[in-house]
Structures are given as structure tokens and as C-alpha cells.
């Protein structure tokens, strides 16, 4: 499985923005980039996947880089809700098998 | 929206037990799949499904574990003699990876062995 790596935890202020960076060098032509997240004590959530161009969702945006061995999750105005952890994972284009979950960002909301 | 479901949502019991695990996932979804999480770690992938068929497992998903899709909404997960170490949530999760290749998983069911 094609690695990734994130800081272990960030802060944001509520209602301030919060880019969540993910860095994956190794990533291969056929990969997609796939973003979840996790509630406490609750199942992930998808929150956003792209390919190559930035991707825009009622929950957030997804900035991908040229070289496409980063991204970031952006989230707009972050709020209490979004206090989770942030998963950033790497999934094949051809093979649906399974998603590799790394450690993730804690990401801790201040109100 | 459709979500997956799962029961129960805590089970708790004696080590070398069997337990069963169920799921019923989104109803036009294909690839289903279980993940466990023990308290305070990763999210670790055990098996996925489709075609009722095994299509990948992990070294964690020994003979001691099986999955069974016995009718057209159930997807269950059974241990068959459970563990100290068998305890954590385990998750749920189907997709239509054709179409959106997200999964959607369940709430889990936090499994206590004793």
C-alpha cells in the first residue's frame, strides 16, 4: 500500500479555516486520493476524494498538488462538529479491496 | 439517505465463544467489507467481499474468522472462539465502487470478550 503521512494532531480556532496537509511521494498514476474522517466513537466518514484537479464538496475542499505527492483537506470554517480524526489514504483505481488507514490528524476545534 | 447498519451495537462475551457480527449494508452496494479498531489504535482492514466471495483478507482474518452473505441484505462476520484480544469495535462498510468507489460504514458493534 502506497504511504502516507500526517501530522498526529493540529488545533484550529471555530469558525477559522483548517488546512489539514498529507504528503504521499510514493503515490502511483492510478491512485486516487481519498479523505475520512472519524467522530468519536463513531465509523469513518468519507469526507472527499480526486484524482489530479481540486475537488469541492458541501463539506470541504481538496487541493491537489501539480506533482500530485501532496494534498490538503481545507475546511472552510471549522466548527465544534468537526473536531474528528482526519484520515488521508491512497486507493488504486483498479482494485476496490480495501483502504489503508495510517494514523490520521487529531484535529481538536477550540471554540 | 441510505446508511449501513449495524447489530448489535455491544456484545460482550466469554473468551472461546462464537459470536456473530451482523451487517446489512446499502442495498444496491456490491463490495462489502469488515474493519476492526481496537480502543486507541488504528482502523485495521480484515476482509472484503464481493461476488460472494473472499476477494482480499489481512493476516488478522485467521480461521478463526468467517464472513457470509446468507440472504440479499445480510452480511455477517463470525469468530469462532473468541479471544481476550478479539476485543474491539468492528465496522461495517459497503460500496458501489463501480459508480463512486466511497465506502460507507456502519456504526460499528463494540465486541467485549471476557
Known amino acids: 500500500d502506497a504511504k502516507t503521512t500526517q501530522p498526529n494532531s493540529m488545533e484550529s480556532n471555530e469558525e477559522e479555516p483548517v488546512h489539514l496537509p498529507c504528503n504521499h511521494s510514493?503515490?502511483?498514476?492510478?491512485?486516487?486520493i481519498h479523505w475520512y474522517r472519524q467522530l468519536p466513537s463513531q465509523g469513518p466518514e468519507y469526507v472527499i476524494h480526486g484524482l489530479t484537479s481540486n475537488v469541492n464538496n458541501r463539506m470541504a475542499s481538496l487541493a491537489i498538488a501539480e506533482d500530485r505527492k501532496s494534498s490538503t483537506l481545507i475546511l472552510h470554517r471549522a466548527t465544534l462538529r468537526d473536531a474528528a480524526v482526519y484520515y488521508c489514504?491512497?486507493?488504486?483505481?483498479?482494485?476496490?479491496?480495501?483502504?489503508?488507514f495510517g494514523s490520521g490528524t487529531k484535529l481538536n476545534v477550540k471554540p | 439517505e441510505p446508511e449501513v447498519t449495524q447489530t448489535p451495537s455491544h456484545q460482550v462475551t466469554q473468551m472461546g465463544q462464537e459470536v456473530i457480527l451482523r451487517c446489512v449494508p446499502i442495498?444496491?452496494?456490491?463490495?462489502f467489507y469488515w474493519y476492526r479498531q481496537i480502543l486507541g489504535q488504528k482502523v485495521e482492514f480484515l476482509v472484503s467481499?464481493?461476488?460472494?466471495?473472499?476477494?482480499?483478507k489481512s493476516e488478522i482474518f485467521d480461521d478463526q474468522f468467517s464472513v457470509e452473505r446468507p440472504d440479499g441484505s445480510n452480511f455477517t462476520l463470525k469468530i469462532r472462539s473468541t479471544k481476550l484480544e478479539d476485543s474491539a469495535m468492528y465496522f461495517c462498510?459497503?460500496?458501489?465502487?463501480?459508480?463512486?468507489?466511497?465506502?460507507?460504514f456502519g456504526p460499528g458493534t463494540r465486541l467485549t470478550v471476557l
Open positions: 442495498s444496491n452496494h456490491l463490495y
Open positions: 510514493t503515490i502511483s498514476g492510478t491512485d486516487y
Open positions: 467481499f464481493y461476488n460472494n466471495e473472499i476477494s482480499e
Open positions: 489514504i491512497l486507493r488504486d483505481l483498479y482494485n476496490f479491496n480495501k483502504f489503508y
Open positions: 462498510a459497503s460500496s458501489d465502487a463501480a459508480i463512486t468507489d466511497t465506502q460507507y
